[in-house]
């Protein structure tokens, strides 16, 4: 998996994420979280479109080379591609995570599938 040098900067309702290395690829959200979940998006989007047009993506720079200016915070940013096919994971998990999981999905509206995969692109967004 690829994961590249991200850029994040302003403040409470503001956030923007940037790409050293990926000029105009850019995110935005009202949180941190919020905008490095739509980075992650707009990772995914400058892949399949670069990809589209037959080029090569960018390789990602080292972090020791990111000039991180004043206020800015070096994340990394993976490239999680969606294949669009399920695989079988079998899972054994503690009885409360379990119901935790089930809890939150349906607080949210949502399958435990599709709560599990949410809550693993936010913390692999956020460099987890």
């Known amino acids: 998996m690829i994961r590249y040098p991200a850029l994040i900067d302003g403040e409470e ?4 994420v940037v790409f050293p290395d990926l000029p105009g ?18 990772l995914r989007d ?13 390789v990602a720079s080292p972090f020791g080379l ?3 200016p004043p206020g800015n915070q070096l994340v990394s940013i993976p490239l999680i591609r969606l294949s669009g096919k399920s695989v079988r994971a079998g899972l054994t998990l503690d009885e409360e995570v379990a119901e935790f999981i089930a809890s939150e ?5 949502m399958t435990r599938k599709a709560y ?7 913390i692999a967004a956020m460099g987890g």
């Open 13 to 16: 309702g503001a956030y923007g």
């Open 25 to 42: 690829i850019v995110a935005m959200g009202p949180t941190i979280d919020d905008a490095l979940v739509n980075a992650e998006q707009a």
């Open 46 to 58: 400058y892949a399949v479109e670069t990809e589209r047009d037959g080029e090569e993506l960018a």
């Open 66 to 68: 990111i000039d991180t």
């Open 105 to 109: 999905a349906r607080r949210r509206g």
């Open 116 to 122: 599990i995969t949410w809550v693993v692109r936010r």
